[in-house]
């Protein structure tokens, strides 16, 4: 029977990507987009046009009821949950720590991490056999910014992501004998629309002499990295970061 992998920001970059590969390996593909509708359907019609399942919600996932109703709607609509990526992730405009306030800390910690904490306890209910499920896999996303915290730039998203490798270990090895493996992988500078948002679109093309490989990756090769951490193939890897990233 096929079985549903769960996109959060499955709309655009890594998430898509993901969303496109893990369709072409045969899976149901349920993405999960904030507000741009256009491009998550774009995805969906895509995998459609193939002959794979797919389907798209609007849901903040740092909103509790917004991820309840997601998750119901995966239940009603799609065939059994399989696997969660926790990849909706956001970064605000770069600055120094003493210029963030409060309410932007609270942003993005609500997103990556409130968010990824609060899908992983949806899927679980549903795959961990503790509860009655078959078993599954999550993936959640770091940034290779945790090595360093981003100093000057995004200090905050740096920690909120090491928020979410300690949480992967934990989680991870609380749930190791329900037949739910929890893993993470770590993207370096990736080529999306991500770094727009922290102010500096083209950060992909300026940063790159600062990575060993001399060049930005792209969401294709990070969507390996997922797909291989979701799939039996990494049967035996839970609490895992894999690092995506050029050599940074
Ligand atoms: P992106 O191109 O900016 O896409 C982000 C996706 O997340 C979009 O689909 C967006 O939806 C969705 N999203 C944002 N906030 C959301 C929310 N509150 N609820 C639901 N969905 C939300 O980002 P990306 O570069 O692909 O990054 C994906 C993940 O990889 C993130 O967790 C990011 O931190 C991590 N990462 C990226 C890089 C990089 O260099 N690109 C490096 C390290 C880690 P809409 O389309 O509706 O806005």
């Given at each position: 029977?096929?079985?549903t992998?769960?996109?959060?920001g ?5 998430g898509?990507?993901?969303a ?5 390996q045969?899976h149901?593909i349920c993405?999960n987009?904030?507000s741009?509708?256009a ?8 995998i ?7 389907w798209?919600v609007?849901?903040d ?6 991820v309840?109703?997601?998750f119901?709607f995966v ?9 969660l990526v ?5 970064v605000?405009p770069?600055?120094r720590v003493?210029d963030?306030?409060v309410a932007?800390f609270?942003?993005v910690?609500a997103t990556?991490?409130m ?7 949806a899927?679980?209910?549903r ?7 078959a078993?599954g896999s999550?993936v ?5 910014f945790?090595k360093t915290?981003?100093p000057?730039?995004a200090?905050?998203?740096a920690?909120?992501?090491?928020a979410i490798e ?8 609380e749930?190791a004998a329900e037949?739910?493996?929890?893993n993470?992988?770590r993207p ?7 770094h727009a948002?922290?102010g500096?679109?083209d ?12 060049r930005?990756?792209?969401a ?5 990295a997922?797909a ?7 049967s035996?890897?839970?609490g895992?970061v894999?690092?995506v990233s050029?050599g940074?």
């Amino acid at each position: 029977m096929q079985k549903t992998i769960l996109i959060t920001g499955g709309g655009r970059g890594i998430g898509a990507a993901t969303a496109r590969l893990l369709a072409q390996q045969g899976h149901a593909i349920c993405i999960n987009y904030s507000s741009n509708q256009a491009t998550a359907q774009a995805v969906v019609k895509d995998i459609q046009a193939a002959g794979g399942q797919a389907w798209c919600v609007a849901a903040d996932v740092s909103q509790a009821d917004q991820v309840q109703a997601l998750f119901a709607f995966v239940d009603r609509e799609c065939p059994p949950l399989y696997a969660l990526v926790n990849n909706a992730g956001i970064v605000a405009p770069y600055a120094r720590v003493e210029d963030m306030d409060v309410a932007r800390f609270q942003r993005v910690f609500a997103t990556n991490v409130m968010g990824s904490f609060m899908c992983a306890q949806a899927a679980l209910k549903r795959m961990s056999t503790r509860h009655g499920g078959a078993g599954g896999s999550i993936v959640n996303l770091s940034t290779a910014f945790v090595k360093t915290g981003a100093p000057g730039m995004a200090v905050d998203y740096a920690a909120s992501k090491s928020a979410i490798e300690t949480f992967t270990i934990g989680l991870a090895r609380e749930v190791a004998a329900e037949g739910v493996r929890v893993n993470a992988v770590r993207p370096g500078l990736i080529d999306t629309e991500i770094h727009a948002a922290a102010g500096d679109a083209d950060r992909a093309n300026k940063a790159k002499d600062f990575v060993p490989m001399k060049r930005a990756g792209r969401a294709e090769e990070v969507a390996q990295a997922i797909a291989w951490l979701v799939s039996d193939a990494a049967s035996y890897s839970t609490g895992a970061v894999v690092d995506v990233s050029g050599g940074v």
